[in-house]
């Protein structure tokens, strides 16, 4: 039972990105998924949640993220997607997603219980 978050890297500013979080070992589409960063000597921060498709599909973004990343699933793949784009050296953490204890994104910024992946490193930098 694992979720795999792939597909970062060094971007320079203004650049885009593709994450991926694979689960395996489970059913995830069953749960909703949020993706989170953290920068050093910064708090987890939540950057966007998808519902389950069985609940609604709402998805919800960071002030921040808003207009600029994008979350999406596609459940026959097991996988939760989150597009980078205009990234900005502020950007620049260990991006984690994780599987909430709710079909919805229900307090996803701080969730009580989630299940994580071990996080991709996204550095932003010219």
């Known amino acids: 039972v694992q979720l795999v978050e792939s597909g970062g890297g060094l971007v320079q500013p203004g650049g885009s990105l593709r994450l991926s979080c694979v689960a395996s070992g489970f059913t995830a589409d069953y749960y909703a998924v949020g993706w989170y960063r953290q920068a050093p000597e910064k708090e987890r921060q939540g950057v966007a949640c998808i519902s389950s498709t069985d609940g609604d599909g709402s998805i919800y973004y960071e002030d921040s993220a808003k207009g600029r990343f994008s979350i999406s699933r596609d459940d026959a793949k097991s996988t939760v997607y989150l597009q980078l784009n205009s990234l900005k050296p502020d950007d620049a953490a260990v991006y984690y997603c994780?599987?909430?204890?709710?079909?919805?994104?229900?307090?996803?910024?701080?969730?009580?219980?989630?299940?994580w992946g071990q996080g991709t490193q996204v550095t932003v930098s010219s």
């Open positions: 994780a599987t909430l204890n709710s079909r919805y994104c229900t307090e996803w910024e701080t969730p009580h219980s989630a299940f």
